[in-house]
């Protein structure tokens, strides 16, 4: 029933931006939490970005200062805002609704020059 799909990944130089989006259906989205994850190649996944489903965010260290998350409820949307790229960040980046096990399929982002 519930779907997360996300996009706008790609290929990026460090010190480039990406905006990747994560568009949720099958459930009433604004009663949610909504995070981004990511994995890189042989590391576990972990966690990026968090906000709440009263709007407030909450960040990993390692991109705090550099990434915003943000959520539009009018169009079941959480986005990641990508600034100041590292190659550290590349990874495969995953959407998930609330503390549930529905994640998205990915979306690969790879910071390289």
């Given at each position: 029933?519930?779907?997360?799909?996300?996009?706008?990944?790609?290929?990026?130089?460090p010190g480039g931006s990406l905006r990747l989006s994560c568009a949720a259906?099958?459930?009433?989205?604004?009663?949610?939490?909504?995070?981004?994850?990511?994995?890189?190649?042989?590391?576990?996944?972990?966690?990026?970005?968090?906000?709440?489903?009263?709007?407030?965010?909450?960040?990993?260290?390692?991109?705090?200062?550099?990434?915003?998350i943000s959520r539009d409820n009018a169009k079941n949307t959480?986005?990641?805002?990508?600034?100041?790229?590292?190659?550290?960040?590349?990874?495969?980046?995953?959407?998930?609704?609330?503390?549930?096990?529905?994640?998205?399929?990915?979306?690969?982002?790879?910071?390289?020059?």
């Amino acid at each position: 029933q519930v779907q997360l799909v996300e996009s706008g990944g790609g290929l990026v130089q460090p010190g480039g931006s990406l905006r990747l989006s994560c568009a949720a259906s099958g459930t009433i989205f604004s009663r949610y939490a909504m995070g981004w994850y990511r994995q890189a190649p042989g590391k576990q996944r972990e966690l990026v970005a968090i906000i709440t489903s009263d709007d407030t965010a909450n960040y990993a260290d390692s991109v705090r200062g550099r990434f915003a998350i943000s959520r539009d409820n009018a169009k079941n949307t959480v986005y990641l805002q990508m600034n100041s790229l590292k190659p550290e960040d590349t990874a495969v980046y995953y959407c998930r609704l609330g503390g549930s096990n529905h994640w998205g399929q990915g979306t690969q982002v790879t910071v390289s020059s």
